[in-house]
């Protein structure tokens, strides 16, 4: 559910007190995880995310890790949204200077390898059949074309908010394929953005390791087989049975989807 009234600016006073604390990296990356209106939504089509679901560190090869992917499709064609995030504390640039730091440099670096990586057309073919086999679903919406997009999140707005030289040195690195945002903007509109289900994908399923129920797509398009949920979820999704809306023929009868599927899901 959106998140409403005075639980929008608690929310955001909370995330901002964490970005003041200058954590490390996996800090902030569990923070969104449990608190996924602050992730990016960024190349999101008109069919939102698919299946409100974004990946953990999903991994592309062995060597490639996104700290989040989701998907996004239209009618025609898919946007995959690669997300690295940095720390609050990284740096744009060096100090008093309009020369990027190391940081900057280094995060940009990661963009173009992901890019370079999918260049190679074998590589789009392994992502597509392998890392995200059974997770295309309508099947027939795998024929559409996939894009690949890439956000990085990197540093605190108040480097460079107030000087214009330094904001369009940042832009100029952004392409149609990329956005930087800062940590700050997280926190922007967070009451228009639905919940996700944080998934992560394992050699043969995909488990959701979320607390909350959000919706039925993922089960009413999923083959079963390749789903594991957390206790949480199968409890909440009960708990919310009232507002399941899917429903298939069975039997010559109208039946409930959820009714059918999940007590069929593994439990993790």
């Known amino acids: ?127 597509k059949n392998n890392v995200l086999q059974g997770f295309i679903e309508p099947a027939h919406m795998g024929r559409n074309p996939f894009n690949f997009k890439y956000v990085l999140v990197h540093g605190r707005r108040s480097e460079y908010e107030n000087n214009t030289q330094k904001t369009a040195l940042i832009r100029g690195q952004q392409r149609s394929d990329f956005s930087i945002i800062s940590f700050d903007s997280l926190a922007e509109n967070i009451e228009r953005k639905y919940p996700l289900y944080v998934a992560v994908k394992k050699n043969s399923h995909y488990e959701l390791i979320s607390k909350h129920f959000v919706d039925e797509g993922i089960f009413s398009w999923m083959n079963t087989d390749l789903l594991a949920i957390t206790k949480e979820i199968h409890d909440d999704a009960i708990a919310q049975s009232s507002n399941w809306n899917h429903y298939a023929i069975k039997d010559g009868e109208r039946v409930k989807v959820m009714d059918e599927v999940l007590p069929k899901i593994k439990i993790i």
């Open 1 to 127: 559910m959106y998140i409403t009234g005075q639980e929008i600016n608690k929310k955001k006073q909370e995330y901002i007190d964490l970005l003041n604390r200058n954590e490390n990296e996996q800090v902030y990356q569990s923070y969104l995880e449990e608190n996924t209106m602050f992730i990016p939504r960024e190349f999101e089509q008109n069919h939102g995310i698919h299946f409100s679901t974004v990946f953990r560190k999903l991994p592309l090869s062995s060597d490639y890790k996104p700290d989040f992917v989701y998907l996004s499709k239209s009618s025609d064609n898919w946007n995959v949204v690669l997300v690295e995030i940095e720390k609050p504390s990284s740096k744009y640039f060096k100090k008093n200077s309009i020369t990027f730091h190391t940081d900057f440099n280094l995060a940009l670096q990661q963009m173009n390898t992901w890019r370079a990586w999918f260049d190679d057309e074998s590589n789009r073919n392994h992502f």
